[in-house]
């Protein structure tokens, strides 16, 4: 009977250590009304601002500077948010110079001082697509949405 004790003690101490370790594993930061605000807050900013990049970039100079910090506190943010490395590779995409996302975007207009309607055009859709399932995974942290995310993570 002793030996019964023991060796269902030992089986669920097996168990739930079994299932601390998974669920930490798969544990995803809960959501974060600032994160959802300020995503949506850069996303209507940023569509507003890319409309005029038909125009003369040292027209709007001003508005991309201040743009671009608020892009890179929301990175920051998101970096040091526990279990959070999903909304933070993708806020680091958004925010990397060398990629055709927002911060791509940006440094394209200043290098050329003015860009094309057609290219425009093309750049928000995938401007506003990126947003778009930020503010969705932020919403809903599921399944769908992560896979949504890491898909778009790996083109």
């Known amino acids: 009977m002793l030996l019964q004790k023991q060796y269902s003690r030992s089986l669920l101490l097996v168990v739930f250590t079994f299932l601390a370790v998974s669920c930490q594993s798969l544990k995803t930061a809960v959501y ?4 959802y605000q300020q995503a949506i807050s850069l996303k ?6 890319l409309n005029q990049a038909t125009t003369s970039f040292l027209e ?3 508005a991309v500077t ?9 990175v920051e943010y ?22 055709n996302l927002l911060a791509g975007f940006l440094k394209r207009w200043e290098d050329e001082e003015q860009l094309s309607e ?3 055009t ?10 778009d399932l930020i503010i969705k995974y932020e919403a809903d942290k599921n399944k769908t ?3 949504n995310i890491l898909d778009f993570l790996e083109d």
């Open 32 to 35: 974060d009304q600032y994160s």
């Open 78 to 99: 998101e970096k040091n948010k526990p279990s959070n490395s999903i909304s933070y590779a993708m806020l680091q995409l958004m925010a990397n110079k060398d990629r």
């Open 60 to 62: 709007h100079e001003e």
């Open 122 to 131: 093309e750049a928000k859709a995938q401007i506003r697509e990126a947003f």
């Open 118 to 120: 057609a290219f425009t």
């Open 145 to 147: 949405n992560t896979t």
């Open 44 to 49: 209507v900013e940023s569509d507003a601002l």
């Open 66 to 74: 201040t743009l671009r910090l608020e892009l890179k506190k929301l």
